[in-house]
C-alpha cells in the first residue's frame, strides 16, 4: 500500500481509503447496503490488514447508525493508526438548526460524532456540501474552533465548487484561522467535469483529493454493459440516481476501452478505473465500499496496479470531454502563459490540437 500526504499537511494517508455508506441500512442508504456489526467488522479488519490507514464516514449515513458501527468495531483502540474521517451538514434532526453549516450546527455534530464513534477526536472533519445561507466565516471559525479545542485535527470540504472552496480559503488566510487539507469530490472516467476547476484548485492551493464513488456507483466495475438489464443486487437495479448519465452511449465506450484493458491484463475494470485515478494529477485516495469481501479484496487490489502509457492513452481518449469556456479560449491565445495548474487541464488538448 502506498501512503501520500493529505494536500498541505505531514499527515499520510492509504492511496485506499475504506467507505462506509454500506454500513448500517437504514433511510436511504438501504438502497446501497445494510452491514451490521459483525460483517463491518470483517471488512473493516480486511481493509485494515492490506495496509489502509483512512476509513470514511458521515453524519448521515443511516442517520448515525454507520459512525455507531464504526465506534462499536474501533471503540476507541484505533488499532494499526488508523484514520478516520467524518462529515456534516445534512440534517441531523427536524428542527430549523439541525442542518448546515452554522456555529450551532456544526459543533453539536461534530460532538454527536464523536459520541457515536466512541472516540476523542475526528482526524478529518469535512464539510459535506456548501451551505448558501451561512457565512463562511462563521463555518471557517467553527471548525477552527474544533481544531483548537482538540476535537478534530485537520478539516476539509466536500461537493464545493470552484468558487466556494476559494472563497473558504480566502477567509481562512484573512482570518488566520484553519485551512482546508482536502477535498472530497465525485471523479470518475465516465465523469471527469473536476477537471474544470477543482483538480487546478487542488494543485494549486495544495489540497488533498479524495474521490467519492471512484466507479461511478458501480457503472465502472464491468458488471454493467451494453444493451443489457442492470444486475440484480446493484444501486442501479434499485433505482440508484448518482452519478447522473448524460450521454450513454458515451458510458459504453468507456466501459467496452474498460473491459478490454482488463483483460488483457487479467484484472477487474473495477481496479483498472481505481488505478487510473491513482495516476492522475491531485489525486490522493479514492474511497471504496462494498457490501462482500470479495469486492473490497477486489477494489484493494487497485493499489498495486500500475497502468501503462498506452492503457492511459486509451482510456483518456475515449473519455476525454469537451474543452469548456474559458479554456478553449485560454488553449488557443494563452497556451504561451499557462501554469501547471492550468495544463493539468489544458495540456491534452494542446496535444490534439498540434496533431490536428
Given amino acids: ?14 492511496t485506499i481509503t475504506m467507505g462506509t455508506m454500506t454500513f448500517g441500512g437504514v433511510g436511504w442508504a438501504r438502497t446501497v447496503g445494510d452491514l451490521g456489526v459483525a460483517d463491518a467488522r470483517r471488512m473493516v479488519d480486511l481493509c485494515l490488514d492490506h495496509g489502509v490507514n483512512l476509513i470514511d464516514t458521515a453524519d448521515a449515513y443511516s442517520a448515525g447508525v454507520c459512525e455507531e458501527i464504526i465506534g462499536e468495531i474501533l471503540g476507541g483502540t484505533r488499532k494499526n493508526g488508523v484514520l478516520i474521517a467524518t462529515k456534516a451538514r445534512f440534517p441531523m434532526g427536524e428542527g430549523p438548526n439541525d442542518c448546515g453549516l452554522s456555529r450551532h450546527h456544526l459543533i453539536a455534530a461534530c460532538e454527536a460524532s464523536l459520541k457515536r464513534m466512541k472516540t476523542d477526536v475526528i482526524d478529518l472533519y469535512q464539510v459535506h456540501e456548501w451551505d448558501g445561507q451561512t457565512p463562511v466565516e462563521e463555518t471557517m471559525e467553527a471548525l477552527d474552533t474544533l481544531v483548537r479545542h482538540g476535537k478534530v485535527r485537520y478539516i476539509g470540504c466536500s461537493n464545493f465548487s470552484g468558487w466556494h472552496i476559494m472563497k ?37 492551493q495544495g489540497l488533498g483529493i479524495l474521490v467519492w464513488s471512484p466507479l461511478a456507483g458501480g457503472l465502472l466495475s464491468g458488471k454493467h454493459r451494453r444493451n443489457q438489464a442492470a444486475p440484480e443486487g446493484t444501486r442501479q437495479f434499485a433505482g440508484w440516481t448518482e452519478p447522473p448519465i448524460r450521454d450513454e452511449n458515451r458510458l459504453w465506450d468507456i466501459v467496452d476501452t474498460l473491459v478490454a484493458v482488463a483483460e488483457a491484463r487479467g484484472v477487474s475494470a473495477a481496479q483498472v478505473a481505481l488505478a487510473w485515478l491513482l495516476g492522475r494529477k491531485g489525486v490522493t485516495s479514492v474511497i471504496v465500499g462494498g457490501r462482500t469481501e470479495a469486492q473490497f479484496r477486489d477494489n484493494l487490489a487497485a493499489a498495486d496496479l500500475k497502468l501503462s502509457e498506452e492503457e492511459r492513452r486509451r482510456l483518456d481518449q475515449v473519455s476525454q470531454p469537451w474543452l469548456q469556456y474559458p479554456y478553449w479560449h485560454q488553449r488557443n491565445t494563452a497556451s504561451d ?5 492550468d495544463l493539468s487541464l489544458i495540456a491534452p488538448y494542446l496535444n490534439a490540437a498540434a496533431k490536428g
Fill in 168 to 204: 473558504a480559503l480566502g477567509v481562512s488566510e484573512r482570518n488566520r484561522t484553519q485551512r482546508f487539507v482536502s477535498q472530497q469530490i465525485h471523479y470518475t472516467l465516465e465523469s471527469r467535469d473536476a477537471e474544470n476547476e477543482l483538480v487546478p484548485i487542488s494543485l494549486d
Fill in 337 to 341: 502563459r499557462l501554469g501547471d495548474a
Fill in 1 to 14: 500500500m502506498e501512503y501520500r500526504l493529505l494536500g498541505r499537511s505531514g499527515l499520510k494517508v492509504s
